[in-house]
């Protein structure tokens, strides 16, 4: 069973967007570095966003860069990805996960500690 709560996965056609959203009940999501990852179909799973457990440093990964926001709402516990100008291979199944990281960084190759089971998005026309 899931530590998260996940929702806002869906089908949406090229040009739309999708909040997707993760709720942590058991987590004080400021305690960790969060990340949302995502796998296509026949690809590797892989890093699209993270944010550092002080807020203040965001890392994309550069397919995603000036189209998906990273952020999250502490009291609500909640990890949020805002996906906007959404393309066809931004397909696959996007898993929100926490690292027990506390400090000014992360990364999106670290290897996380604690993952959601993930939602599809699809893109399609």
């Known amino acids: 069973q899931s530590e998260f709560v996940e929702s806002g996965g869906g089908l949406v056609q090229p040009g739309g967007s999708l909040d997707l959203s993760c709720i942590a009940p058991e987590r004080t999501v400021d305690a960790y570095a969060i990340g949302w990852f995502r796998q296509a179909p026949g690809k590797e799973r892989e890093g699209v966003a993270c944010?550092?457990?002080?807020?203040?440093?965001?890392d994309y990964a550069d397919s995603v860069k000036g189209r998906f926001t990273i952020s999250r709402d502490v009291a609500k516990k909640t990890m949020h990805l805002r996906m906007n100008n959404l393309k066809l291979e931004d397909t696959g199944n996007y898993y929100c996960?926490?690292?027990?990281?506390?400090?000014?960084?992360?990364?999106?190759?670290?290897?996380?500690?604690?993952w959601g089971k993930g939602t599809l998005v699809i893109v399609s026309a």
């Open positions: 944010l550092s457990s002080t807020g203040t440093y965001t």
């Open positions: 996960a926490l690292e027990d990281r506390y400090g000014s960084y992360c990364s999106l190759t670290s290897a996380m500690d604690i």
